[in-house]
């Protein structure tokens, strides 16, 4: 099979199965302002795994895309990518362990056709500090799985991180106890380190094995002595993890259990096709290898000589390009200083392959060409993603080249941390870069130069961290009371471009005088009349509606979890947030949910008095993928 038909058939399986098939969330969340990316299909469905009704139903289904950044280091390996599709189902309340474990096993092994032979799986081994059991339940599931395979599924217990799981596995043993670092899933990871108000609870991954043989003792000699499923020798890989989520942990450190139990089942699509490949390369898989192969054409080398650096280019721009398609545009903060990295990386790698030209207009159609009809946002954004991804390419390259420029002034005898300081600050040179040109040169390093550069480069966090103290506070410059007008109008505007234009419109920045308000965010095109007309109109009403406003202190997770509140995401925000509430006296929601510092007016009919009205007077591009509108009440 290939991976857009195993996505296909595992979507077929679970809606043959009563599951309601539902889009993908964007990579950049907008109502989780804890995490700049959306990183595991449990993110944006956790307000109903917390009991909110879905309006899909009970039992759901997807593949969603997902970015984790925290391991860029690690691409280059066979198995390391930060984007990557978490096929997910999930069961609101409803079916649970007897139900998940089969029907995931079935998946693999009769539609995917995976050998149950070279199947691993795992359980939790229970908590008596928290006061949970051992999932007995999951393992005899398991068991008789395999017994009907004809397999005998002996359980192992390969016990606890304090003792460094140092028992190998044995022959014939297939089922496996783990503790809460291998076997507990929340977003927080291990029972302690969960904040009150999260959830999570035990899991059971599958693991699928790569070499031919059974686990003999001849084979330990291959593997090692302590070698277990998950042990990182390589020989197995993690491919589905059914999460039974069902507590939630309280105030006081202990758990409750959810009002419902629930199942959060995550498997990597790619993985599970690396499986299906016999390969435990994933960069070989259908939806990767023909960026692969276009490198290869590109640079004239072989994928077996520059592994590493071809990986690395193609999961980078892989993860650009969905980046770009969901609104994210190369900058210097946030989620565009992520896909700046990304991009960048990518290039400095293409360099190492001697690939100099421009390639990116090259290479994107090869990406968006894998996707184009399971994600049709990608094929329909092609365009404005080339543009935005090229002119950093471009951008970077100028980079590159006044650097090197630069070199000869700034860099003496020695290379030293103020050389490569100033080479980063003033031009942007990468660091790395400055030390691999002092390398190719034959300057020598300085031997503090990796300590003062660390000194400067935090000095320098410090400055710019003042400069924005502060800029959290709606974009208010002072709090005359004509500002604290279009602070408020900010607020009910911000609500309408999502109404009119969409959910993907996140707030880029604010600026408000006593003239006028100042407001960007991400949008792709420019905002029509027809739909300028829309939002002007729209706010007008809430203004004449008289919404009340009010605010009220909630904890982070709560106000942007279940409740929902939109604010300027990605933002870090303290253990507790002042939500702004602008509600109809009537009205059963508030029309405007929105974290913010304040001030605001009481009455939206404020904005009114004199016979005011609300306009937007001018609609422009601020920088790729963000628009800025400027408005005024006169
Ligand atoms: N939440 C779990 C994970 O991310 C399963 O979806 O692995």
């Known amino acids: 099979m290939t991976t857009p038909e195993i996505r296909a058939a595992y979507l077929k399986f679970f809606a043959d199965r009563g599951h309601a098939v539902i889009p993908r969330a ?96 795992t359980a939790f081994m229970g908590d008596p500090k928290n006061n949970i059991a051992r999932d007995e339940e999951a393992a005899e599931i398991w068991t008789k799985l395999f017994d009907a395979k004809g397999i005998k599924a002996e359980i192992g217990v390969i016990g606890a991180e304090e003792h460094g799981y140092k028992r190998g596995m044995k022959a014939g043993e297939r089922i496996f106890y783990y503790d809460a670092k291998k076997n507990w899933w929340s977003r927080a990871g291990i029972p ?66 959810l009002p419902q139990r629930n199942v959060d089942f995550g498997g990597g699509l790619e993985r599970i096709a690396a499986a299906a490949n016999g390969d435990g390369d994933v960069f070989r898989i259908s939806l990767l290898w023909p960026i692969i192969e276009q490198l290869e054409d590109l640079s004239g080398t072989a994928y077996n000589q520059n592994s590493a650096a071809m990986r690395i280019i193609a999961d980078h721009l892989r993860a650009a390009v969905f980046l770009a398609t969901d609104g994210v545009a190369p900058s210097n903060t946030q989620q565009g200083y992520v896909l700046r990295r990304l991009v960048r990386r990518a290039i400095r790698q293409a ?39 090229v002119a950093e390419e471009r951008k970077f390259r100028r980079t590159l080249e006044k650097g090197i420029k630069e070199f000869d002034k700034v860099v003496g005898a020695k290379l030293t941390g103020e050389a490569v300081f100033k080479l980063s600050d003033t031009y942007g040179f990468p660091a790395e870069l400055t030390v691999e040109e002092a390398k190719d040169r034959d300057i020598k390093l300085d031997d503090n130069w990796k300590a003062d550069l660390d000194k400067l480069m935090t000095a320098q966090k410090e400055r710019s961290r003042s400069a924005t103290a502060g800029q959290f506070k709606g974009g208010l410059v002072d709090h005359s009371e004509m500002s604290t007008m279009y602070h408020t109008a900010t607020h009910l505007m911000y609500q309408a471009l999502r109404d009119v234009l969409g959910q993907h419109v996140v707030q880029r920045g604010s600026n408000i005088t006593p003239e006028r308000l100042r407001f960007d965010f991400s949008h792709d095109a420019k905002v029509t009349p027809e739909q300028i007309a829309e939002v002007e109109r729209i706010v007008n009403e809430q203004i004449n509606n008289d919404l009340v406003v009010s605010f009220k202190e909630y904890p982070t997770k709560v106000a942007i979890g279940e409740m929902g509140a939109i604010g300027q995401f990605g933002d870090r925000y303290d253990e507790t947030v002042k939500v702004y509430r602008m509600q109809g006296k009537d009205a059963a929601q508030p029309f405007s949910f929105e974290i913010c510092g304040g001030p605001h ?25 963000v628009r800025r509108i400027k408005a005024i009440l006169q």
């Not at 699928?208 to 084979?219: K, L, V």
């Not at 998950?230 to 069902?246: A, K, L, P, T, Y």
């Not at 100099?356 to 954004?381: H, M, N, Q, W």
């Not at 009114?608 to 009205?613: D, F, I, Q, V």
């Open 26 to 121: 964007l990579l950049v969340p907008y109502n989780d302002a804890t995490t700049l990316f959306t990183g595991s299909g449990m993110q944006p469905l956790l307000p109903y795994l917390l009991g909110q009704e879905h309006s899909a139903g009970t039992r759901l289904v997807d593949s969603q895309a997902c970015f984790r950044a925290e391991d860029i280091d690690e691409v280059g390996d066979n198995r390391h990518t930060t984007f990557f599709e978490m096929l997910g189902n999930w069961s609101l309340g409803e079916y649970f362990k007897a139900e998940q474990l089969p029907w995931f096993f079935e998946f693999l092994t009769s539609v995917v056709g995976l050998e149950p032979a070279k199947l691993y799986v």
């Open 192 to 257: 302690e380190n969960m904040p009150a108000g999260e959830p999570g609870g035990p899991d059971s991954e599958v693991f699928y094995r790569f070499d031919d043989s059974e686990h003999t003792d001849d084979e330990k000699k291959q593997w090692g002595e302590l070698c277990h499923p998950n042990c990182d020798c390589g020989r197995f890989m993690e491919i589905g993890n059914s999460v039974f989520m069902q507590y939630i942990k309280r105030d006081d450190g202990g758990f409750d259990e």
């Open 351 to 389: 360099l190492s392959l001697d690939l100099k030209e421009d390639f990116l207009e090259t290479i994107i159609p090869t990406i968006t060409e894998l996707y184009r009809d399971d994600f049709p946002e990608v094929a329909s954004r092609e365009q404005i993603v080339i543009e935005v991804l």
């Open 601 to 625: 007016v009481d009455h939206a009919s404020k904005l009114a008095e004199g016979g005011k009205t609300f306009k937007i007077i001018k609609e422009e591009s601020s920088s790729s993928g």
